[in-house]
C-alpha cells in the first residue's frame, strides 16, 4: 500500500494524469445510447443513428467511410451523424436552407473552477461531393464541443471548416486530456455535431468508442495522497 502512495505522490509530481473515475463509455455495440440532440435547419432526429460496421455508409468508397469502422461482416456498431439510411448522399443535404445536427452526452454535474477531462474517440468524416478540380471543397464542418447546461460553449475540442471525399485526415482518432474553466455549477455535455451548407452534396460523420475520464486537480491529488500516506504510517507505527 505504501509504494502505490509514494508511487501516486511522484505522478502528481511529474505532471501526469491520474484518472479518477470513468464517466462515458460507449462503443454502441449494444445498439443504444443514451444522448439528446441539437437539430436546426432541415436536421431531422433520424440522420443520428446507429448502425453496423457492414452498413453501406461504412463500406463504400466514394460514399462512405471506407471502412473505417471495420470489415463489412463485422458486428461492430457506430454512431452517423447527419445521414438517415444507405450510403452516404440521404438527407438531411443542405438542399434549401443548411442542416445543423448534433448529439451530445451527459457527463454529470460539475461545479465552478477549473476542471481537466481525459478524452478519447474515433471518427470519420466525409462528404458525397466528389473532389472535382483542384481546390474545390464542400464547407460542411464536423466539430465536437464541450457545452454546458443551457448548451453555451464552454470549449471547442475538433473543427474541420471543409472536406473533400475520402480525405485520410479526416478520419482518425483523438485522444487527449482538456482542461476548462466552469463559472459556476452546470452540467457539462460532449457533444458531436456537423452542419450542411445550403447547396452541398451530403456529408455525414461516424464516431465509436467513446471514453471519457475525469482527471483530479494536481493539488487536490496531493492533500488526498498525503493524507492516505499519513494513515498508512500510523497503521506502521501500530505494527
Known amino acids: 500500500m505504501f509504494n502505490y502512495l509514494v508511487a501516486a505522490l511522484l505522478l502528481a509530481g511529474l505532471g501526469q494524469p491520474v484518472f479518477a473515475a470513468v464517466l462515458l ?20 432526429a433520424s440522420a443520428i443513428n446507429i448502425r453496423l460496421a457492414s452498413n453501406a455508409i461504412n463500406t463504400a468508397v466514394n460514399a462512405g467511410f471506407d471502412f473505417f469502422f471495420g470489415a463489412s461482416s463485422s458486428t461492430n456498431r457506430f454512431l452517423v451523424i447527419g445521414d438517415n439510411a444507405g450510403n452516404l448522399g440521404l438527407e438531411p443535404d443542405g438542399q434549401s436552407i443548411g442542416a445543423l445536427s448534433i448529439a451530445k452526452f451527459d457527463l454529470g454535474l460539475w461545479g465552478g473552477g477549473l476542471h481537466s477531462l481525459a478524452i478519447g474517440f474515433d471518427y470519420a468524416f466525409d462528404t458525397n461531393q466528389a473532389p472535382g478540380t483542384a481546390g474545390t471543397r464542400s464547407p460542411d464542418d464536423f466539430f465536437v464541443l464541450l457545452l454546458d447546461g443551457s448548451d453555451n460553449q464552454i470549449d471547442e475540442l475538433l473543427s474541420f471548416d471543409d472536406v473533400l471525399r475520402n480525405e485520410a485526415s479526416r478520419k482518425g482518432n483523438f485522444n487527449q486530456v482538456v482542461n476548462f474553466s466552469m463559472a459556476g455549477a452546470s452540467n457539462v455535455y460532449l457533444a458531436f455535431g456537423l452542419t450542411e451548407a445550403n447547396g452541398t452534396s451530403s456529408s455525414a460523420v461516424g464516431i465509436d468508442n467513446i471514453q471519457v475520464q475525469s482527471v483530479p486537480e494536481p493539488g487536490s491529488l496531493v492533500l488526498l495522497s498525503l493524507g492516505l500516506l499519513g494513515l498508512g504510517f500510523a497503521r506502521r507505527g501500530k505494527a
Request: net charge negative; proline share 0%.
Open 25 to 44: 463509455n460507449e462503443d454502441f455495440n449494444d445498439n443504444a445510447a443514451t444522448y439528446t440532440t441539437i437539430l436546426g435547419g432541415e436536421a431531422t
